[in-house]
């Protein structure tokens, strides 16, 4: 858990360097077999080159109306992580999604994207994160679905 901590207080710095970490919080779960990144050249078929995204929890960290989720391996030896940024839209449910980073020094400004958290009463049971990022020719996609373990 310290590296999902670690990793999500460098993002939301690299965010706002005067974040406060009072609105923070971490989930266990699982992502589903449909979380997954693609990369290709602009008419390529994506379905055709996924990588499947693994993860066990999630960090959702909030400041000043921004949000940064992040969805990892706990026990992961090289870090392998994805976060999602941006600000809760109209609906509480839905983030509207203006960057992701595939790692603290890896982000990109995204096309199009969102993030809808699912809840049973008030118990927050699953996050659904797509993206999509055209930049160059080429577009990137990341979705991760994610369930938490209650």
Known sequence: MRRVLLLAGIIAIAMHPTASFADQRFIDGTCGEGSHIAEGAFGDDLTKRQSRFFCDAAAIISNNGDILVQFSQKEAHHNPSLAYA?????????????????????????SDGVCKFFYKDTMLTGIMC????????RRTTAIVVFNSRH
């Open 86 to 110: 941006g600000r809760m839209s109209g609906d509480k449910d839905v983030m509207n999604v203006e960057r992701v980073y595939f790692s603290p020094q890896n982000s990109a400004t995204v």
């Open 130 to 137: 797509g993206v999509k990022i055209d930049e160059t020719g």
